[in-house]
């Protein structure tokens, strides 16, 4: 059975949406507008957009006058082009593994194995808002902040995603533009943002989240792939779980970068000593050793439910250990 004929929806036309399935037991699926919308990633997107405000408001914090109404026009650029880059970056991953979506029943629902959206729709969708996140990013936040928002699509569609199917590094080189987002905020903030790369003491902080964003990913989305493993099989994807078959590599690996997340977490606040101080310490070392027994559990066990431990663990430590920093940052500041 191929990809595009695994599923086989019927339209419902005068519904607006699509019925799978016939009978009783079929289910109305989502319509267009939604399909749409479910392109977007949408969780993905708010997290991308909630770490790229971390890193903005960490800049700005560092920028004591700031007239009100320009830091309301910063502000705003930065959310709204972060959001459309998001999606956009988003949409065109899809439009690029819809056959492999089709394969794999975790992710066969989406619109466009579902024929819910067409390829046409879903690549103008992406290449639109792409686009416009740049251009909004460039013209009310400047040219830095918009750089590093299309170096972060161009990685994530052109790099990550065709490496996938090919090698299980895709997982850590998929960690770069999924780390960059802070970045975004933090040039659009920053008074040292036109030398993001030049000035690199300046931006310390700003790389200090790059660098926490990088090493959270790898043993959230190594936990992913545990569980998923059959199904990132069937869609021809190379993770380190396809070629380990007991789990004790990839268990491994997810405890190394685990213990190496404490010290990524704790980086800012030697960073950004005037703006985080023990509040945050206590968060980022109390949250750190949490995480690190969950994945020593797993790599005793190597079971699926500790696997999920594990990720679940991760989108916990993640909210905690931003919300503490911003907290103590503003707590400190003012």
Same mark, same amino acid.
């Given at each position: 059975?191929?990809?595009? !004929?695994?599923? @086989?929806?019927?339209?419902?036309?005068?519904?607006?949406?699509?019925?799978?399935? @016939?009978?009783?037991?079929?289910?109305?699926?989502?319509?267009?507008?939604?399909?749409?919308?479910?392109?977007?990633?949408?969780?993905?997107?708010?997290?991308? !957009?909630i770490t790229s405000g971390v890193g903005f408001v960490m800049a700005a914090l560092g920028r004591p006058g700031w007239p009100?109404?320009?830091?309301?026009?910063?502000?705003?650029?930065?959310?709204?082009? !972060?959001?459309?880059?998001?999606?956009?970056?988003? @949409?065109?991953?899809?439009?690029?593994?819809?056959? &492999?979506?089709?394969?794999?029943?975790?992710?066969?629902?989406?619109?466009?194995?579902?024929?819910?959206?067409?390829?046409?729709?879903?690549l103008g969708l992406g290449?639109?808002?792409? $686009?416009?996140?740049?251009?909004?990013?460039?013209?009310?936040?400047?040219?830095?902040?918009?750089? $590093?928002?299309?170096?972060?699509?161009?990685?994530? $569609?052109?790099?990550?995603?065709?490496?996938k199917p090919i090698?299980?590094?895709? !997982?850590?080189?998929?960690?770069?533009?999924?780390?960059?987002?802070?970045?975004i905020g933090w040039t659009a903030a920053s008074t040292h943002g036109g030398w993001i790369l030049g000035d690199l003491a300046a931006n310390a902080g700003g790389w200090s989240l790059f660098v926490l964003m990088l090493v959270w990913q790898v043993p959230h989305f190594l936990a992913i792939a545990w569980m998923y493993r059959d199904d990132y099989a069937k869609g021809g994807y190379r993770m380190l779980p396809m070629a380990d078959a007991d789990g004790r590599a990839t268990a491994s690996v997810i405890l190394l970068w685990s213990v190496t997340l404490l010290p990524a977490t704790l980086a800012p606040a030697l960073l950004m000593p005037e703006r985080l101080g023990a509040g945050y310490v206590a968060a980022a070392v109390l949250t750190g050793l949490g995480f690190i027994a969950?994945?020593?559990?797993?790599? &005793?066990?190597?079971? &699926?439910?500790?696997?999920?431990r594990v990720f679940f663990g991760s989108i916990i430590h993640l909210p905690v250990i931003l919300a503490a920093m911003v907290a103590d940052a503003i707590f400190r500041t003012f």
């Amino acid at each position: 059975m191929t990809a595009s !004929t695994s599923i @086989a929806p019927a339209v419902d036309r005068a519904g607006g949406g699509r019925t799978l399935g @016939a009978g009783p037991g079929s289910i109305e699926s989502p319509g267009m507008v939604a399909s749409y919308i479910e392109l977007t990633k949408p969780r993905i997107t708010r997290l991308v !957009t909630i770490t790229s405000g971390v890193g903005f408001v960490m800049a700005a914090l560092g920028r004591p006058g700031w007239p009100l109404g320009e830091l309301a026009w910063i502000a705003s650029g930065a959310l709204v082009g !972060t959001v459309m880059s998001a999606a956009g970056a988003s @949409a065109l991953n899809q439009w690029w593994e819809w056959r &492999r979506d089709a394969m794999m029943p975790r992710t066969a629902h989406r619109p466009l194995p579902q024929g819910r959206v067409s390829k046409a729709g879903a690549l103008g969708l992406g290449l639109v808002l792409c $686009v416009l996140g740049v251009a909004v990013l460039w013209a009310m936040c400047g040219a830095v902040p918009a750089v $590093v928002s299309l170096a972060t699509i161009l990685s994530y $569609v052109l790099l990550y995603t065709p490496l996938k199917p090919i090698t299980s590094l895709a !997982t850590l080189i998929g960690a770069v533009p999924g780390a960059l987002p802070p970045l975004i905020g933090w040039t659009a903030a920053s008074t040292h943002g036109g030398w993001i790369l030049g000035d690199l003491a300046a931006n310390a902080g700003g790389w200090s989240l790059f660098v926490l964003m990088l090493v959270w990913q790898v043993p959230h989305f190594l936990a992913i792939a545990w569980m998923y493993r059959d199904d990132y099989a069937k869609g021809g994807y190379r993770m380190l779980p396809m070629a380990d078959a007991d789990g004790r590599a990839t268990a491994s690996v997810i405890l190394l970068w685990s213990v190496t997340l404490l010290p990524a977490t704790l980086a800012p606040a030697l960073l950004m000593p005037e703006r985080l101080g023990a509040g945050y310490v206590a968060a980022a070392v109390l949250t750190g050793l949490g995480f690190i027994a969950v994945a020593v559990r797993l790599r &005793r066990t190597r079971t &699926r439910e500790d696997a999920r431990r594990v990720f679940f663990g991760s989108i916990i430590h993640l909210p905690v250990i931003l919300a503490a920093m911003v907290a103590d940052a503003i707590f400190r500041t003012f």
